[in-house]
């Protein structure tokens, strides 16, 4: 059966995904080798043994058009003879971070994918992220460490916005619009994640050796930190107590798990994913007030963002994309 080549921009897909692929089952082979939760250890497991399978997948298909296999992240980005660095749940809440990066990236590559084997292959990704996302976030309700949102009586009817100062951060008298649940659900998710990230900047921060890169991840912390205490500040001037979110225990182990150049890809990767967040909110939030913190945020996150890259480019650990290289390609068929 006839297949046609693989497109520029579905090589692109491929090779990002398989950066991402490549570096979460680093994670998963350090969080299996640690854990003290066999149901945990369990699930893990089984995501790193079907990943595996995706990731050969995708060299295979990258191999058959003659391309080069992105270098990715491999064993040697990985000790696992270093003792635990989180704990309390951490690795299942993390994990299930990853599995929602998973989703919109697969969300936005499937959409530049045409040929019919690669839509296949994010349609199967999807799925198993859909799955363990909800296996992880049911271990962690099961096991205590992931609360609701909070609750709100129930709408009787539907109503329209009337009143254009329905979009103003406040009155002459400073008096703010109480959020509506949209808006909340945003603001929940930024903290939620945030606080997860909190977390692994600060263990980050405490294994790595290179001082630069130290200081890096102790801004990354300070950034969550800021982002967390500006959200809570929010909801309670609606009269909201945020709800206990998740957060995982770092142990006191400086012996650093992952490579240097994992962890600054991992924390570009979760900028990426941040910024994100914030364009949502500052789309989907009808407050302007809110609009204009979200734009803060995602300011501040690019900046950080583009700190972490040049510190990359430095010690040569960003893998090049790659190039468009069309030129000889119009060469050759013009002969």
């Known amino acids: ?148 949102p909070t609750y709100i009586n129930m709408p009787k009817s539907g109503d329209f916005v009337t009143d254009k100062k329905y979009t103003k951060g406040s009155s002459l008298l400073g008096d703010k619009r109480p959020l509506n649940t949209v808006e909340f659900g945003l603001l929940y998710h930024g903290m939620e994640t945030n606080i997860t990230g909190m977390q692994l900047m600060t263990g980050f921060a405490q294994c790595a050796k290179d001082k630069e890169v130290k200081n890096y991840f102790i801004k990354g912390r300070e950034l969550s930190k800021e982002i967390i205490n500006e959200t809570e500040q929010i909801l309670l001037q609606s009269d909201i107590q945020p709800p206990a979110t998740p957060g995982g225990t770092i142990t006191s182990s400086q012996e650093s798990p992952f490579s240097e150049r994992l962890m600054m890809y991992c924390t570009y990767l979760l900028c990426n994913f941040s910024i994100g967040g914030s364009g949502f909110g500052t789309g989907f939030s009808l407050r302007k007030d809110l609009n204009t913190k979200f734009m803060i945020f995602g300011k501040n996150t690019y900046e950080y963002l583009r700190e972490g890259v040049s510190i990359m480019i430095s010690n040569g650990w960003l893998e090049e994309p790659p190039k468009m290289d069309v030129n000889s390609l119009n060469k050759n068929n013009n002969q």
Not at 13 to 23: E, Q
Not at 29 to 55: C, P, W, Y
Not at 67 to 84: C, I, K, M, Q, W
Not at 90 to 118: A, N, P, W
Request: charged content about 20%.
């Open 1 to 148: 059966m006839f297949k046609p080549k693989m497109s520029s921009s579905e090589l692109g897909a491929l090779w990002t995904t398989y950066h991402k692929k490549t570096m979460i089952l680093q994670f998963l082979e350090h969080f299996i080798q640690t854990s003290d939760n066999q149901k945990a250890r369990n699930l893990m497991s089984g995501l790193g043994e079907k990943l595996h399978v995706k990731v050969q997948e995708m060299k295979t298909m990258i191999e058959n058009e003659g391309a080069a296999v992105p270098l990715g992240f491999t064993s040697e980005d990985v000790n696992l003879n270093a003792p635990r660095l989180y704990g309390n749940g951490f690795d299942i809440m993390f994990s299930r971070i990853l599995k929602e990066i998973s989703m919109g990236m697969y969300s936005l590559h499937v959409t530049m994918s045409y040929r019919k084997d690669i839509i296949q292959l994010y349609k199967e990704l999807t799925d198993l992220t859909h799955t363990y996302y909800n296996h992880f976030t049911q271990y962690l309700i099961e096991e205590d460490l992931l609360p609701h």
